[in-house]
């Protein structure tokens, strides 16, 4: 009987829940927005971050182990939200606001990241594979045990960024910038 609740819970953790979904719809309406929402655990795949008249303020929001593969965040300010564990996969993020983001063990696969601002992102042992990371700013970002198999990195400024044990199996890297000041050190991942 616990191997069995054992092996529920994750399923049950990810379950859209309509509480997560209220504190949504009232931040929305709020004036001014909250500074601080936790929706960590939450199944948020079926929610419309935007609308014509604005857009969700996520800044220090707690989404960690969140559900959110193939939602469109787009222009979005998510600075300093935690988004470790999260399950961004095919995400939309383009042109979003992630400086200071926590997406340590975040699966991005295959995430839009183009022209966004991850400056002084945590993204240790984060899963970038196949993300189209173009024009990014990963200025002091820990790459750090990170897959960017097959990520696209043209033109993407790397400032002091941290890829010390990361893969980059058929990572495009044209033209990036900066990368004379990358840290690239022996670790164990």
């Known amino acids: 009987m616990k191997i069995l609740l054992l092996l529920l ?7 859209a829940n309509p509480a997560d979904l209220e504190k949504l719809r009232q931040m929305n309406q709020a004036a001014p927005p909250p500074t601080y929402i936790d929706l960590s655990n939450a199944d948020l795949r079926t929610y419309l971050f935007q609308t014509s008249a ?12 969140t559900n959110l593969a193939g939602v469109d965040l787009s222009k979005m300010n998510l600075a300093g939200a935690d988004l470790s564990y999260a399950n961004l996969s ?3 993020l383009f042109q979003t606001n992630l400086s200071d983001v926590n997406l340590e063990h975040a699966n991005l696969t295959g995430a839009l990241l183009r022209e966004s601002d991850l400056s002084n992102a945590n993204l240790h042992s984060a ?3 196949g993300a189209n990371m173009q024009v990014v700013i990963l200025k002091k970002t820990n790459l750090s ?11 993407a400024t790397l400032t002091e960024a941290n890829i010390s044990g990361a893969t980059l199996v058929n990572t ?10 990358v840290i690239d050190a022996k670790v164990d991942c």
């Open 90 to 92: 095919n995400a939309k």
């Open 172 to 181: 495009v890297t044209t033209d990036i910038k900066d990368y004379e000041s």
């Open 145 to 155: 045990c990170a897959n960017l198999d097959q990520a696209d990195l043209t033109q």
């Open 54 to 65: 604005k857009k969700v303020d996520l800044q220090h929001a707690n989404l960690s182990h």
């Open 9 to 15: 819970c994750p399923v049950i953790a990810l379950a």
């Open 127 to 129: 899963n970038l594979s």
